[in-house]
């Protein structure tokens, strides 16, 4: 089975730094995905993680653990259009996504 | 750029009512997906296909139906719309194979059912 967890809410200042922490457990774990949504639109792709380690994208980064079924999107000089809700989802090998509930993201002045 | 539309983005329906949401993809794509998004449950799979006339049950298919006639289009139908389905509703689709490949995802549909 598949389970997922992230923060509810966060709030953080523009310029700051803010890092969204995700905890799966996956059977036949495949890879991590984030993906960022703003409110009334459509999730779009952030990153991807298969391996241990930091994937960095300007300012995003995304960082995963396998041995502890732990991922945290790493979000950078903070832009007051970051605020948004960042989903973690997991894939296993049947390609099966299970999404967590999202981590919505305030930006404040 | 991959382009997934679904054919409306707020629809209002009554209890009882057969609703049909359509998904359409340019991309090719084996595989579809629907989900409905509700606040703290996020994004649970109602269906998904990987293959034209295929259709596999995902977490949460009471209620709803699918088909899929054509490679690029995807329909989600509620038979009997009731008040518990009123949702957000994503369509998306992702290209076959594991990995990298992420699922693309359509505008969505909020509907309400009255």
């Known amino acids: 089975g598949q389970n997922i967890d992230q923060p509810t809410e966060m709030t953080a200042t523009e310029g700051a730094i803010v890092q969204i922490n995700c905890t799966y457990q996956t059977s036949g774990f495949n890879g991590l995905f984030w993906y960022q949504q703003h409110a009334g639109e459509a999730p779009t792709f952030l990153s991807y993680?298969?391996?241990?380690g930091l994937e960095e994208k300007g300012r995003f980064s995304s960082f995963l653990s396998r041995s502890k079924g732990y991922s945290y999107l790493l979000l950078k000089e903070l832009q007051m259009k970051d605020s948004a809700s960042y989903l973690c989802?997991?894939?296993?090998?049947?390609?099966?996504?299970?999404f967590g509930p999202g981590t919505r993201l305030s930006v404040l002045p | 750029d991959v382009k997934v539309t679904q054919s409306s983005r707020y629809l209002v329906k009554r209890t009882g009512e057969k609703v049909f949401l359509e998904c359409v993809q340019d991309?090719?794509?084996?595989?579809m997906f629907w989900y409905r998004q509700d606040p703290g449950l996020g994004l649970r799979l109602i269906y998904f296909s990987y293959d034209v006339k295929m259709k596999e049950k995902g977490d949460i298919p009471e209620g709803y139906s699918v088909s899929r006639e054509k490679k690029e289009r995807f329909s989600l139908i509620l038979e009997s719309a009731s008040t518990n389905q009123t949702s957000m509703y994503l369509c998306?689709?992702?290209?076959?194979?594991?990995?990298?490949?992420?699922?693309?995802f359509g505008p969505g549909t909020r509907l309400l059912v009255l």
């Open positions: 998306a689709s992702r290209g076959a194979g594991t990995g990298k490949e992420t699922q693309y």
């Open positions: 989802a997991s894939e296993d090998y049947g390609q099966n996504f299970v």
């Open positions: 993680n298969v391996l241990d």
């Open positions: 991309m090719d794509h084996e595989n």
